[in-house]
């Protein structure tokens, strides 16, 4: 029995043990991305063009996350539906993006472990760095919706005489405590999981200006601040959405 089992099977009963039958869904829903991410792999090796494939599985892992763990309900509905506005924001601003900062593709330091495989492949490396972006947080998006549209849907169930200016400024007051715990956590992962490379550049006596100018750095910081990024967009979207259809929903009930 090896580390990696015992640390899987320590998740599933700590899941169970504290959600109960919800915790089945939980985990199911967690192990059909992980299926949705194999069969985005499988779709681009046979050549499938990229970012529609990432798009579907964007979508499909939205639709997981909120549906199946979640249930259909006005809640998952209004967090599907800002996640789509946040997609189509997302395709038309970040392209712009990647272009003007030249990210795609390998990095001098992975170049050197890559050197005796072939580099012919028939991929293009800027529309996969956008679906490595879109797909590193597809979660986090869903996740993020879903909090604030449950939020702002207990506001309103407290109080559903409540008028939209006044709900939507108590949403946005969750939205202010989320996004900064999101922002902190965002960071702290980005420097946990660049610590040993960075340690490397100080050991190498690498000036700052040539570290935040390396490609293997400055990919994974882009990655940390769009990422947050997308916090600060969705966050916002949802909360104002979420408010706007509570509240006519009730009206014409």
């Known amino acids: 029995m090896n580390v990696l089992f015992v640390l899987i099977l ?3 009963l700590l899941t169970f043990a504290v959600f109960r039958i919800e915790g089945l869904f939980q985990v199911t829903g967690l192990f059909m991305n992980v299926a949705v991410f194999l069969a985005l792999l499988v779709l681009i090796d046979r050549g499938t063009p990229i970012l529609p494939a990432a798009c579907v599985a964007f979508l499909a892992v939205a639709a997981i996350t909120l549906f ?5 309900n006005q809640k998952t509905k209004i967090a599907f539906v800002c996640v789509l506005v946040f997609l189509g924001l997302f395709l038309l601003l970040f392209p712009l993006v990647l272009s003007a900062m030249n990210l795609h593709g390998f990095s001098a330091e992975e170049l050197d472990e890559l050197a005796m495989y072939s580099f012919d492949v028939a991929i293009d490396f800027k529309t996969l760095m956008t679906a490595i972006i879109l797909m590193s947080f597809s979660g986090a998006v869903a996740d993020g919706s879903m909090a604030i549209s449950t939020a702002t849907y207990e506001l309103f169930q407290a109080n559903p005489q409540v008028s939209i200016k006044a709900l939507s400024k108590s949403s946005m007051t969750v939205v202010s405590d989320v996004l900064s715990s999101t922002i902190n956590t965002l960071l702290f992962a980005f420097m946990g999981t660049n610590l040993a490379l960075i340690a490397w550049f100080q050991d190498l006596s690498i000036s700052f200006g040539e570290m935040i100018n390396s490609k293997a750095f400055v ?7 769009i990422t947050g990024l997308a916090a ?9 959405a979420a408010s706007w259809y509570f509240l006519k929903r009730n009206r014409m009930e």
């Open 219 to 225: 990919s994974e910081l882009v990655v940390c601040l």
């Open 232 to 240: 600060v967009i969705i966050l916002p979207i949802t909360a104002w």
């Open 10 to 12: 320590l998740f599933l």
């Open 68 to 72: 199946f763990v979640n249930g259909v």
